[in-house]
């Protein structure tokens, strides 16, 4: 039972971990949450879906599709709802109120597009279910794993092992500074906007395979914040950790304590986090700008 | 530059006012001439009070769409008395406030002779008191008891319901699971924090302790909780013969999927949401899935009732379609009997409706209840992606009554 546990509980961090990183990427160089996106997440999820059903696209080519438009949409929200924020050098808060409303408005439009209908995408897997013993794995759940990631280590490549994820890293540091030292910020922004839109992507078709579509799907961003709050702000490790170990949480709660009350649990062990350690388990020298 | 500004505003909400003011009046001016109240000139208003644009707004619009084709059909043979039927309706947006002001406005203003509600509990519960002062009837599809019955028992004076209550629906299931399917030992999955499938849930267990089955093991979840797997486990652990598994349609997918994934191959029973377009959306995990339904496909009214409705509205009629126009066979059958409009006389007739053949089965309300009794469901198995029926089932008790 036990084991059966750990697997669930990976399966589950293996989605809110490729959120979370979405998520982390945009803390990590503005220093502000984006909320946002969950609206990309679900907007992609339903671009995927249409690929499948007039393209009858592949897997990977769904994931390509979503994960493009996602990218897209990055850059699209980073120019209409971010840019001038930023070169008025406004306060933090009013990034945060930009976030969340783009986020209300994708919800919105997906709901007026598609109504409040549930699709659900083909079944790209012939067998559902791998058997080991009394172990049961999920096929979705695991190549959702392997994708999630692959896509995490090719991140972490391109952070630190390119010259743009070198520039990446700088301006996260200091926006201003890097400026001054020949580094292009608006592209570098704009790179940031992609990758995070891109993940988004990806864990949108994952999303929309494992829970259906529906207008709302994008409001699992919540746990994506709580895994980067418990595994730091703005840190790329902290927020796989942080999530890895919010699934596992989550389903072993479920176990001993009931679905009713695990969040009761999840809020005190995020409050712990935020009164003990508030920059999380991998301490990342980030605060939010106030 | 400012102050211009500033006045040329001040204008603007002041005819705002004026003309809010007009409005507001005119209604008062219709009521001084000779309409009477639950009707306007040679119209009999009938109200509608449905989401027409927020969660539930699938279901508003089919019953919406279903109540007008009765309505356009009644109206083509002649309407009733001579006068014809009109359907008012208004967007309550799933929000209990919005329904109450809606239901206002459909008794005060528009004089509607009846009012058609809501598929949705907490707002005919919300309604109940209201309706019993403003005195016009709501016939609902709100299964929650409390919608229709206060605490001591006694009915709501003028709410009704046209399909069977949740209490009803869940004894259908667990007698039919026990009678037909043979099982002994059943699991149970629900939602807690939804009021639905509580009120499905409780009944169903009641009934199956008190008939000689046993409840194996009783799970659940929260609303936002998209992973049932643990639950299932704590199931399939127990031996289980058969779940019942009472929620919404996406959390029946999901727990369903998740169920087949784990190699759980019992048949499954539940509610009204395993309908279409469920076994499209589970796809291969659907087949062995039992619930109860208010129409039979093959019957040839429903046949009949289906192609007008697609040759009206170019879809496939949902569940709820038939709920609608079966609304307006009720309502216009009361009307019919009463000889008038006027809404308490209807709401008389209301009660003592008997035997009405409508899409649904054959519908007579309890004036006890004011809900309906004697109404069997169909029960529908998913067999390889198809909707198959197998029979109409009712049980004993529920005959009796």
Known sequence: MTAQLIINGLSLGAVYALIAVGFAIIFNILKFSNFAHGGFMTVTAYAGFLATRFWH??????????????????????????????????????????????????????????????????????????????????????????????????????????????????????????????????????????????????????????????????????????????????????????????????????RLVGSGISPVFIFIIMLLFLLVRPRGIAGSHIQEKA | MKKIVVSVLAIILALGLVACGQSNSSPGKGQSGNSQQGSTGDQIIIGNLQDLSS??????????????????????????????????????????????????????????????????????????????????????????????????????????????????????????????????????LYNQANAYSVSLAKPFIDYVKSHGSQIVSEQTYKTSDKDYKTQLAEIQATGAEAIFIPNYIQEDVLAVQQARQMGINVPIVGGLDFAPPFAELAGDAANDVYFPNNIAAEDPQIKEVAAAYKAAYNEEPLNKAFIGYDSILVIADAIKRAGTPDPVKVRDALEQTKDLKGTTGIISISPKTHRPYGLSMVMIKIEKGQYVTKERYITKEQQQQ
Request: positive net charge.
């Open chain 2, 55 to 188: 969660t539930t707004s699938v279901w508003g619009k089919a019953v919406t769409n279903g109540a007008q084709l009765a309505i356009d059909r009644i109206n083509k043979d002649g309407g009733i008395n001579g006068k014809k039927l009109k359907l008012v309706t208004y967007d309550t947006k799933n929000d209990v406030q919005e329904a109450i002001n809606a239901y206002n406005r459909l008794a005060s203003q528009d004089k509607a002779a009846a009012i058609i509600g809501p598929p949705v509990s907490n707002i005919g519960i919300a309604l109940a008191p209201i309706a019993e002062n403003t005195k016009v009837a709501i016939l609902g599809s709100f299964i929650d008891e409390r919608a229709t019955t206060k605490n001591d028992g006694k009915p709501w004076g003028y709410n009704f319901l046209i399909q069977p209550s949740s209490v009803q629906q869940a004894q259908i299931v667990a007698g039919y699971t026990m009678d037909k399917l043979n099982v002994k030992k059943i699991g149970v």
């Open chain 1, 57 to 254: 696209t592949s897997l990977l080519a769904t994931l390509l599709i979503a994960s493009l438009a996602g990218g897209l949409l990055g850059l699209l929200a980073e120019l209409v709802a971010f840019r001038r924020i930023r070169n008025n050098k406004s306060p933090v808060i009013y990034y945060f109120v930009s976030s969340i409303t783009l986020g209300m408005l994708l919800e919105n439009l997906m709901t007026i597009f598609f109504s409040t209908n549930f699709y659900s995408y083909p079944n790209f897997f012939p067998v559902n279910t791998i058997k080991l013993g009394r172990l049961i794995i999920g096929v979705p759940d695991l190549i959702m794993f392997c994708i999630s990631t692959l896509a995490l280590i090719i991140l972490a490549i391109i952070i630190y092992r390119t010259k743009l994820g070198t520039a990446l890293r700088s301006v996260s540091y200091d926006l201003d500074t890097s400026g001054l030292m020949g580094i292009n910020v608006l592209r570098i922004i704009q790179l940031a906007f992609f990758l995070a839109g891109f993940l988004g992507g990806i864990s949108g078709v994952f999303l929309g395979i494992s829970y259906t579509l529906y207008p709302q799907l994008g409001q699992m961003v919540v746990k994506g914040f709580i895994a980067s709050v418990i595994g730091g702000l703005g840190s790329l490790e902290g927020a796989v950790t942080g999530a890895f170990l919010l699934g596992m949480v989550e389903i072993f709660l479920i």
